[in-house]
């Protein structure tokens, strides 16, 4: 279990140098799964709150702000929720929270699909 600060800063720093490779090997271990696009999104055209977020992170971690925002609006977002794990550690640890996440994902995930629809 990651318990630190150091810790968690150490995680995100590693998944950082490996966004940051430019022929992301994750990109293509999730092609190569059937993950990318996600089936909701492959089969009903249905984005979730993560969807893009790969490329959208890799165009934030090179600095292209607005690539990362037109791959998925929540991108920055994400890393802010991101950053503030890493300092504070916050985890979901009732059943109140989790439902308070489910409705959060499924709110932004209907964002994703307002402001980004799929083609």
């Known amino acids: 279990m990651i ?33 990318s696009p996600a089936p909701l999104e492959r089969y009903l055209g249905i984005k979730n709150v993560f969807s893009g977020m790969t490329e959208g992170m890799h165009q ?12 998925n609006i929540l991108t920055p977002f ?15 640890t009732t059943r109140q929270q989790e439902v308070w996440a489910g409705l959060l994902f499924i709110g932004l995930s209907a964002l994703v699909n307002i402001v980004h629809p799929s083609p």
């Open 78 to 92: 994400v890393v802010c929720a991101l950053l503030v794990w890493a300092v504070t550690g916050i985890h979901v």
């Open 3 to 35: 318990k630190t600060v150091a810790q968690r800063t150490s995680a995100l720093l590693v998944v950082a140098a490996v966004v940051y490779i430019p022929a992301n090997p994750l990109v293509r271990l999730e092609a190569v799964l059937g993950l």
């Open 60 to 71: 934030l971690i090179h600095g292209e702000l607005g690539k990362a925002l037109n791959a």
